[in-house]
Nanobody, 123 residues
Framework: QVQLEESGGGLVQPGVSLIISCKDS????????LGWFRQAPGKEREFVAA????????HYADSIKGRFTISRNNAMNSMYLQMNNVKPSDTGVYYC????????????????WGQGIQVTVSS
């Protein structure tokens, strides 16, 4: 059974780098496509990044393209979001998601979700 837990969030200053992680304790992690989403205060949840099943393809939101990188380590049942040059507009709760048959930016395509982790970018 998939159980996702995010880690690595917190309060950071603009311009720094941050890595957030998501670990699946269920053990079938390698058979899923991966996604990161975020929800800023007062806004709807939005797509951030996606990674295909064997990692050969990625997709990023325009707002973070060139600054964020999604990756996976199947041996560790983990996924990561490397966030560089963070901005106050990156503030929000970040969610990881796993999809059996979907890879992309539509929330309903994902089957499992983490509880979310807060990232706050502020000076």
């Amino acid at each position: 059974q998939v159980q996702l837990e995010e880690s690595g969030g917190g309060l950071v200053q603009p311009g720094v780098s941050l890595i957030i992680s998501c670990k699946d304790s269920g053990g079938t992690f390698s058979s899923y496509a991966l996604g990161w989403f975020r929800q800023a205060p007062g806004k709807e949840r939005e797509f951030v990044a996606a990674l295909s099943w064997i990692g050969e393809s990625t997709h990023y939101a325009d707002s973070i393209k060139g600054r964020f990188t999604i990756s996976r380590n199947n041996a560790m049942n983990s996924m990561y979001l490397q966030m560089n040059n963070v901005k106050p507009s990156d503030t929000g709760v970040y969610y990881c998601a796993l999809g059996r048959q979907y890879y992309g930016e539509v929330e309903s395509g994902y089957d499992f979700w983490g509880q979310g982790i807060q990232v706050t970018v502020s000076s």
